[in-house]
């Protein structure tokens, strides 16, 4: 499985964008990014996922590099319900089913 | 509808006790996993199941087993449990094919005493 590294801790001011960036060099062709992101100590939540292209929906926008090593998912007006640990996730397809493995993320304080 | 229900929420349990967790899911998701996360870490794969009468390892199996007897149920237990179990527990459930998320439930937080 491809492996993730993500800062350990960022900081944002509320209403500004939060941008939270991935490194997953070994990436294979057919492996997908995924964000996750876990409040507290709830289950962890689904935000947003992409192969290759650039995606957006209503929480979150994924930026993919080119030659797709790194990531960055961008909350575009970060508010203090988005502090919250944000796990970035490779996935690999098996054919049956996939793991989903989890690293450390990356926790995000929003402030005043 | 209520999606991924984890039972019991909590739980003390003495050295050496058995108990069943449950993750129940009213998607009809084929696919259904179970964590356990340890204070300041991220989430860890016990086992999962691809479909109704079908489990595999994930990467901290020893000490759990599952069983997947029914396609809505998911049952992880504890034989003899340890102090190193103490952790909270993460059932996850996700449709077939390869672009899909997955559900967590809200965790179960089991203490071995």
């Known amino acids: 499985d491809a492996k993730t590294t993500q800062p350990t801790s960022m900081d944002c001011a509320e209403g500004r964008a939060a941008n939270l960036p991935c490194n997953h060099s070994t990436i294979s062709g057919n492996e997908y990014v995924y964000w996750y992101r876990q409040i ?17 929906n209503e929480m979150a926008s994924l930026i993919i590099t080119e030659d797709r090593k790194s990531s960055t998912l961008i909350l575009p007006h970060a508010t203090l319900r988005d502090t919250a640990v944000y796990y970035c996730i490779v996935r690999p397809y098996t054919g049956t089913a996939s793991k989903l493995t989890f690293g450390t993320g990356t926790r995000l304080q929003v402030t005043l | 509808n209520a999606g991924v229900t984890q039972t019991p929420k909590f739980r003390v349990l003495k050295t050496g006790q058995s108990m069943t967790l449950l993750c129940a899911q009213d998607m009809n ?8 996360q340890d204070p300041g870490m991220g989430l860890r794969l016990i086992h999962y199941s691809v479909g109704e009468g079908t489990t595999a390892k994930g990467e901290v199996p020893d000490g759990y087993n599952v069983s997947r007897l029914k396609k809505q149920n998911f049952l992880l237990g504890l034989e003899s449990a340890a102090p190193s179990q103490t952790s909270v527990y993460f059932c996850a459930t996700r449709t077939g094919g390869m672009n899909t998320e997955a559900f967590f439930g809200q965790g179960t937080r089991l203490t071995v005493v």
């Open chain 2, 29 to 36: 998701h084929e696919y259904m996993y179970w964590y356990r």
């Open chain 1, 40 to 56: 507290h100590s709830q289950g962890p939540q689904y935000i947003i996922h992409g192969l290759k292209n650039n995606e957006t």
